[in-house]
């Protein structure tokens, strides 16, 4: 039963790998408008993150990433894009929780499901690493401790096979 799970996520992330950011309007803390087709960082590897207020194991892979973020933008330029999955009342928690915890990331709004749908996200926390050419490059839910610098390995790996 193992080795069939391990196929089908193998498979997943290969069918995944080959995706191209799917075209979705979402809202920013803002409330500016950002079509996810365009979400890029000039060529080099992106995180995306999709998270809820709610979720414990969420907010704890972000404040993991947060202790490193500003070493790994400093040394791969990486950014990340958090994307909360939050509805209703819940939305309007978002701006003060990311305000609160200090996070320095790009928050985009998605309290419809839409992206998270087009994204085939099933469970949250759910990250993507995506290439310079904007394609998904990793995919991985669920968080365990330590499990961000898995991440950053696929960032610098990208990085050096794209240049």
């Not at 305000?99 to 499901?113: K, M, Q, S, T």
Request: hydrophobic residues 40%; proline residues 4%; glycine residues 6%.
């Amino acid at each position: 039963m193992k080795h069939v799970l391990t196929i089908l996520l193998s498979l997943i992330v290969v069918t995944v790998a080959q995706a191209q950011l799917p075209q979705v309007e979402l809202k920013d803390l803002q409330n500016n408008v950002v079509n996810t087709s365009e979400l890029s960082n000039e060529g080099k590897p992106f995180i995306i993150s999709f998270f809820a207020t709610w979720c414990k194991p969420c907010l704890r892979e972000l404040k993991a990433i947060h202790e490193d973020y500003a070493d790994w933008q400093e040394e791969t330029g990486v950014k990340l894009i958090a994307v909360s999955i939050d509805e209703g009342q819940n939305a309007d928690r978002v701006k003060p929780l990311v305000d609160a915890l200090g996070f320095e990331y790009e928050v985009l709004l998605d309290p419809n499901g839409d992206f998270k749908r087009a994204m085939n996200v099933n469970m949250i926390p759910h990250v993507f690493v995506i290439d310079g050419k904007g394609r998904v490059a990793f995919s991985h839910s669920g968080y365990t401790e330590g499990g961000e610098q898995e991440l950053i390995a696929k960032v610098r790996e990208l990085l050096t096979t794209e240049e």
